[in-house]
């Protein structure tokens, strides 16, 4: 054929017309929802998933385990600076799991060409349900807190007629000496109670998170998926387990509550897992139905973390008075926190 025969006009056009066919193609033919079929190796992906199994188990037992031995391993106790450096190594991870590993995922499955364009493609709902996790963790917190605030002030004062209510650790005489006990005795409750709160709402989070990472790894039957995750969440587990376990020492809880929530962190990943090789016939991580409730359970879990990370644990110890006249531990736990989040960050590069 001739085409020099033809306007060159014409040729453009012929050519714009082409590529305007074949662009849709190329784009749809990189979009498959279809499971990738290459990677997979179901004898060699269930040996990964076992040793997974173990290695985040002995992790996480390890890792909630330390701060409660604060009391045989003096270096370990809530009243040493190095326990605030180590808190907050563990806060960076947990800040930077929820802000780089958790809600990218659940922007990745809420805006995936897999699922349905209306409704979940006309408004951001990956950042919307990570807003309203975040406000109902801090309603959790303060309405806890104030709960346990008026329970244990019902415990601790009897009326005494037109005077209204006087503490029990009080007495008519010394009325000042008192009085400046008092007032330390309340503030060490609150601050009991604020912890205990802390502990028990960062454990909720913990476990909606860890139970989906588990069963999505559970499930998947690649070898190259799994096995960068599990050098990832094993440090993560570990980690976040130290902050949790911190959390946990400085509520001063009972041995058998410490016990069940130590044993509570430590089973989640593990028993996520095990529900995922149960299911790995059966699931399929491209379907919309698994996507849209994988997508929305990381929101909440990323919402929750964030929360817990920036306002239960960092400020509560940065802005503590310990913390604030001491310049040297400032610097140290500032330090920590950005080793914290960085090294968690960079194993995104990987997992």
Known sequence: MNFQSYPRGWICKMVFLAFLVLLPTAVLGECTCEADEEDRNKSLALKYKLAALASILVASAIGVCLPVLGKTIPALSPERSFFFIIKAFAAGVILSTGFIHVLPDAFENLTSPCISAHPWGDFPFTGFVAMVAAIGTLMVDTYATSYYSKKSSGK???PTGEEGVVPLHTHATHGHAHGAVSMETDSGE???LRHRVISQVLELGIIVHSVIIGIALGASESPKTIKPLIAALTFHQFFEGIGLGGCITQAK???CAIAIMALFFSLTTPIGIVIGIGITNIYSETSPD???VEGIFNSASAGILIYMALVDLLSADFMSPRMQSNGKLQLGANISLLL??????????WA
């Open 156 to 158: 601790t004062e009897i």
């Open 190 to 192: 609150t601050q009991l």
């Open 253 to 255: 809880f009972k041995s």
């Open 290 to 292: 698994a996507l849209i």
């Open 340 to 349: 914290g989040a960085g090294s968690m960050s960079l194993l995104a590069k």
